[in-house]
């Protein structure tokens, strides 16, 4: 399953195109209080440094049901997004194999994985990060996201051969 926050719409564009590829089922964490504008981005930010958790709609899928959790975030202020925190506090014991994504303006995805590992209490399989830069750019989005793809096939087909 693949689950993301997006609040401009750049992060559910690389989820479903994630979920598309793995024929995944697809989570979008909604904050009960939603953030337009601005001012709402700024909130965010705030929110975000101070690792804030926020409400969020209530799951429509159990991650004890999927293999693997895939999770995407916008970065705001070198950090995950509230939405996501929460939803990760949520899925904390109930997730099984974990990989994460991240699209930024140029944070390197390594920054922020250690935040995420320690919120869902479980160290990722995966990990990679879209640059605003390679968001725009379709050669490289494409080369990024077939290479994270297939990096998680390698990692599940090697964790299906040790079990």
């Not at 689950?3 to 793995?22: E, M, N, Q, W």
């Not at 944070?107 to 605003?132: C, R």
Request: aromatic share 8%; glycine share 6%; with cysteine.
């Amino acid at each position: 399953m693949v689950v993301y926050y997006s609040r401009t719409g750049h992060t559910a564009r690389v989820a479903k195109d994630i979920a598309a590829r793995l024929n995944a089922d697809v989570e979008e964490v909604r904050e009960r209080r939603p953030r337009p504008g601005f001012v709402g981005y700024l909130r965010g930010c705030y929110d975000s440094l101070r690792k804030k958790v926020t409400e969020i709609d209530e799951p429509q899928r159990s991650p004890v049901d999927y293999s693997l959790i895939i999770v995407g975030t916008p970065v705001w202020v070198w950090d995950m997004t509230p939405a996501i925190r929460s939803y990760l506090q949520w899925a904390r014991g109930r997730a099984g194999a974990v990989a994460f994504f991240v699209t930024s303006g140029d944070t390197d995805v390594q920054k922020i994985a250690p935040a995420l590992e320690n919120a869902v209490n479980n160290k990722a399989i995966a990990s990679t990060g879209l640059s605003e830069r390679e968001l725009k750019n379709p050669v490289e989005y494409e080369k990024k996201v077939t290479a994270f793809v297939a990096n998680l096939q390698r990692s599940l087909t090697a964790k299906t051969l040790e079990a």
